[in-house]
Nanobody
Framework: QVQLVESGGGLVQPGGSLRLSCAAS????????IGWFRQAPGKEREGVSC????????YYADSVKGRFTISRDNAKNTVYLQMNSLKPEDTAVYYC????????????????????WGQGTQVTVSS
């Protein structure tokens, strides 16, 4: 059974940091591009960051560039999203998603391009 499980969310003060994890089971992440998305109340889901399956290419939304870092540990079958300098506007439910691809360097912040989704983890940035 293919499953993605996010963890690491929580309540943090503005300027703080969190590290989200996306653990895969039922399949090997080596051949999948992984994306992180978020959805705030009343807003559409938006792409935050993604990492390719092959060469580790990374992509970021302008709103998080320089603050968030995506990485993967294929040995642990896990992808991480390190979030620093958090702002109240980063408050949302964060989801990871996977897409099987052999295309070198492929990455997309379009949620329609992904096949498998986790259940999400809440991130709240507030003082």
């Amino acid at each position: 059974q293919v499953q993605l499980v996010e963890s690491g969310g929580g309540l943090v003060q503005p300027g703080g940091s969190l590290r989200l994890s996306c653990a895969a089971s039922g399949f090997t992440l080596d051949y999948y591009a992984i994306g992180w998305f978020r959805q705030a109340p009343g807003k559409e889901r938006e792409g935050v960051s993604c990492i390719s399956s092959s060469d580790g290419s990374t992509y970021y939304a302008d709103s998080v560039k320089g603050r968030f870092t995506i990485s993967r540990d294929n040995a642990k079958n896990t992808v991480y999203l390190q979030m620093n300098s958090l702002k109240p506007e980063d408050t949302a439910v964060y989801y990871c998603a996977a897409r099987a691809t052999k295309d070198r360097g492929w990455g997309s912040l379009d949620d329609l391009r992904y096949d498998y989704w986790g259940q999400g983890t809440q991130v709240t940035v507030s003082s």
